[in-house]
């Protein structure tokens, strides 16, 4: 399939199965805090597919490649599984949250949750733009070169940095407590999966022993 269709087909997929998670559980279309949020993730992700589709469509094409089945190792598919699962469950368990009532999260906190949802989704995108290495699985690709700016120069998995800020903003933006726990998960998976990674840029990746070194966090700064 065309590089361009299978993008749009994934996206559409994605918003399909999106607000089946929301509404079905939640029972009712009146639940702003998921039209909320998926106005966020169109909002961010449209222009950012566009770009990439017209300007880079090889990094296009290595971030379509995602999922268990795409990675090459036990563990990180296992990683990836959790991850995965994490996001779905959170999202349908704050659903059933707004369905049922049993946690309360004012207005404003919803807000600042959406505000990271999209700092964290926005973090994320610049992360493949400033490195067009940036892979949707774990893998040293052909001539990769080391990238150290940006957001690199900060920590050194940044995209993870990202996807964490989400795990907490998504489910407080949805108006849940309850949604953090399987968020917690998610946050393990991200651990496993850069210790692993880690691991692997060290041993293949040139240069990357030298950039730990001088780049001394992982994914939150002056903590891990």
């Not at 996206?11 to 009712?28: E, I, K, N, R, Y």
């Not at 892979?135 to 940095?161: C, D, F, K, N, W």
């Not at 060290?202 to 939150?220: F, H, K």
């Amino acid at each position: 399939m065309n590089l361009n269709l299978r993008a749009v087909a994934a996206s559409v997929v994605g918003l399909v199965a999106t607000v089946a998670l929301l509404f079905w559980p939640a029972g009712t279309f009146a639940y702003w805090q998921g039209w909320a949020l998926i106005a966020v993730m169109v909002a961010l992700s449209t222009p950012y597919t566009v770009h990439l589709a017209t300007r880079h469509p090889q990094v296009l094409e290595r971030r379509l490649r995602v999922g268990p089945a795409a990675e090459t190792r036990t563990i990180q598919r296992l990683a990836v599984f959790g991850l995965q699962a994490s996001v779905l469950a959170a999202m349908v368990l704050s659903a059933f949250d707004h369905r049922f009532g049993w946690s309360h999260v004012p207005v404003w906190l919803c807000v600042v949750g959406l505000g990271l949802t999209a700092v964290g989704l926005g973090a994320s995108m610049l992360v493949v733009l400033q490195n067009s290495w940036a892979a949707g699985t774990i893998e040293i690709q052909t001539g990769q070169e080391l990238v150290a700016r940006g957001l690199y120069g900060i920590v050194r998995h940044p995209m993870y940095s990202g996807a964490t800020l989400m795990l907490v903003g998504i489910p407080l933006g949805l108006g849940s407590f309850w949604g953090l726990l399987p968020g917690l998960l998610g946050v393990v998976a991200l651990i496993v999966r850069t210790v692993d990674e880690e691991k692997m840029l060290v041993q293949d990746l040139p240069g990357y022993p030298d950039y730990r070194a001088r780049v001394r966090y992982r994914m939150v700064p002056y903590l891990w």
